[in-house]
């Protein structure tokens, strides 16, 4: 079983769409993180939160504790937003999640 | 600040072959982290630092080695390189354990043939 699951797998959108990744978990955590990572490139953090909300740019993280559940959103989508985006939770150690594949069309 | 980097970014080995991968950060960071990525998987944990001259065992450390000499290295290395640690390598290393923010190297793609 795994720990951490994200929906949808992949995902196309057409720019300026509204898209909303969600990430559960199954764990106790004390973070959750939402990482990006571009075709060929490495991996940066986005946003790591704990609680409530969290926004930077066009990009809005939230998380529901009691719900186990956290979602991010992307305003006004734009094609170099592609990419796959990974949910991982702080527990006792690090979890994954296995990546939503964002492609976002002109 | 170079942040985290990574040498090699790319290694074609042959079975039984060994070779070192190495992790430098600039960020006197004392935590550092090796993950393996596969696909249709998410990343997973193969050996951890917690600070110079220490190591420990993640998920996945079977067939891999590291060392720890300097705080700002973190080494990992394949004995007898096997196809089944054909994947994409990743360095991170962050302040603290694992509540902190984590920043990540570019990546090792490795190729076992």
């Known amino acids: 079983k795994n720990e951490v699951e994200q929906s949808p797998q992949n995902l196309t959108a057409q720019e300026g769409e509204f898209i909303t990744i969600n990430c559960s978990y199954s764990?106790?955590?004390?973070?959750l993180h939402w990482l990006q990572q571009h075709p060929g490139g490495g991996i940066v953090s986005l946003f790591m939160l704990s609680s409530g909300k969290k926004k930077h740019g066009r990009l809005i993280a939230t998380i529901n504790i009691q719900e186990k559940h956290s979602s991010l959103h992307i305003t006004a989508s734009h094609p170099r937003d592609s990419a796959v985006y990974i949910c991982?939770?702080?527990?006792?150690?690090?979890?994954f999640g296995t990546g939503t594949s964002l492609t976002v069309i002109p | 600040n170079a942040g985290v980097t990574q040498t090699p970014k790319f290694r074609v080995l042959k079975t039984g072959q060994s070779m070192t991968l190495l992790c430098a950060q600039d960020m006197n960071h004392e935590y550092m982290y090796w993950y393996r990525q596969d696909p249709g998987m998410g990343l997973r944990l193969i050996h951890y630092s917690v600070g110079e001259g220490t190591t420990a065992k993640g998920e996945v450390p079977d067939g891999y080695n590291v060392s720890r000499l300097k705080k700002q290295n973190f080494l990992l290395g394949l004995e007898s390189a096997a196809p089944s640690q054909t994947s994409v390598y990743f360095c991170?290393?962050?302040?603290?354990?694992?509540?902190?923010?984590?920043?990540f190297g570019p990546g090792t793609r490795l190729t076992v043939t």
């Open positions: 991170a290393s962050s302040s603290g354990g694992v509540s902190y923010e984590q920043y």
């Open positions: 991982a939770v702080s527990g006792n150690q690090f979890y």
């Open positions: 764990v106790g955590i004390s973070a």
